[in-house]
């Protein structure tokens, strides 16, 4: 007989394969890299300007001062350019990627594993992936 699980029992698994990733050396570097971009005193010198001159534009735009506006919309684009090209952004960018696609792979497995599952226990066809009940168009005895 199969094992029957709860969502409980889900989500208890769940939260271990959060543990799991939360220890892996793409986390590592990530939390690497964030420490070193809070502790760099030139960063967080031209994020506080990037949020002033977004405060700004924000303040430009609900009184309709579009040429103000604009400036301001120039200045932020090249801080944020500035910030982008420093070489421990680009990594922290580049780790933040890795952890999703981490994120991403696990929840992707878990979908297809499903999706397999139920064509398995259906005797469906993997290859086309039908489950049995549309391969053998039946309807459940409850059903006729």
């Given at each position: 007989m199969t094992t029957k699980y709860t969502k409980d029992d889900?989500?208890?698994?769940?939260?271990?394969?959060?543990?799991?990733?939360?220890h892996t050396e793409e986390v590592d570097f990530f939390?690497?890299?964030e420490a070193q971009i809070n502790e760099n005193q030139k960063i967080r010198e031209k994020i506080a300007s990037l949020k002033s001159l977004q405060k700004q534009a924000v303040n430009f735009q609900q009184y309709g001062k579009e040429k103000a506006l604009s400036l301001i919309e120039g200045k932020i684009e090249k801080i944020e350019v500035e910030i982008d090209e420093i070489p421990i952004v680009q990594e922290f960018k580049q780790s933040q990627g890795d952890v999703n696609d981490l994120l991403q792979l696990v929840a992707?497995?878990?979908?297809?594993?499903?999706?397999?599952?139920?064509?398995?226990?259906?005797?469906?066809?993997?290859l086309?992936?039908?489950t049995?009940?549309?391969?053998?168009?039946?309807?459940?005895?409850?059903?006729k």
């Open positions: 889900i989500i208890a698994k769940a939260r271990e394969i959060a543990e799991m990733i939360s939390k690497r890299a992707n497995t878990i979908s297809n594993n499903v999706t397999n599952k139920i064509i398995e226990s259906t005797e469906g066809d993997l086309q992936g039908e049995g009940s549309r391969v053998q168009n039946t309807k459940p005895s409850s059903l």
